[in-house]
């Protein structure tokens, strides 16, 4: 059965430190995808990033960046000089073929808090 | 247009009321999602939408009924609701239903039954 663990719950920075955030996870499948979402207060989960399972490269997107390790089964996000506005809960989520329709398994989500 | 509409923001019924929560997108995608969310707690998907059909229900009690009137639209339909349904109710959508799919979310209609 495919999972997602999210080992950290809540996670507090000063602003302009830099923060990784940790997923491992677990599938039977060879194929499968692993995505990052991020939910501000305002409710709504916003789509960072998604990966498959044949492209191991490391991303990174401005001050965001993710580091997609299959032989340790992780896929942790790193938020370099960290902002306010960073402030949120941020979802790891698998997609594999035990979850047909993109179905997602999530973490349970960390929330980040950025201190001014 | 990137957004995912929800209406309303915020609904607070009786146990004996009907009410509808909706959903509405422009962006041509053709697959929509329902997703229940308690606090502190990642969403649960509750059906999913794929061409206006009902392709997903992850055995949601019938108090939920959903509908989706054309590709833009979804509805939910809520009856006889318990207070342990209150929570946050999210919609999404993506191009199609595809486990690689990305989804784009709105921002949710917080659901309070007394």
């Known amino acids: 059965a495919q999972k997602v663990t999210q080992a950290q719950t809540e996670i507090s920075v000063v602003e302009k430190e830099d923060v990784t955030l940790d997923c491992v996870y677990e599938?039977?499948?060879?194929?499968?995808?692993l995505f990052w979402y991020k939910q501000p207060p305002s409710g709504e989960l916003v789509f960072l990033i998604r990966r498959n399972s044949f492209d191991e490269q490391n991303e990174i997107s401005g001050r965001y960046s993710w580091n997609f390790q299959k032989s340790t089964s992780s896929f942790n996000f790193t938020i370099t000089a960290s902002q306010v506005v960073d402030s949120a809960v941020y979802f790891c989520?698998?997609?594999?073929?035990?979850?047909?329709?993109?179905?997602?398994?999530f973490g349970k989500g960390i929330t980040l808090s950025v201190r001014p | 247009d990137t957004e995912v509409t929800q209406t309303p923001k915020h609904l607070v019924m009786g146990m004996t009321n009907k009410k509808s929560l909706k959903c509405e997108q422009h962006m041509g995608h053709r697959a929509m999602y329902w997703y229940k969310q308690k606090a502190k707690k990642p969403p649960e998907l509750m059906f999913v939408y794929s061409y206006e059909k009902l392709s997903i229900n992850e055995s949601v009690p019938s108090r939920f009924s959903p509908e989706c009137p054309n590709s833009s639209l979804l509805n939910l339909h809520l009856h006889a609701l318990q207070p342990e349904d209150s929570a946050l109710y999210l919609c999404a959508s993506s191009q199609a239903a595809g486990r690689y799919e990305k989804l784009f979310f709105g921002s949710g209609t917080q659901l309070s039954v007394l």
């Open positions: 599938t039977r499948d060879t194929t499968y995808y």
């Open positions: 989520a698998l997609s594999d073929s035990a979850g047909a329709n993109s179905k997602l398994t």
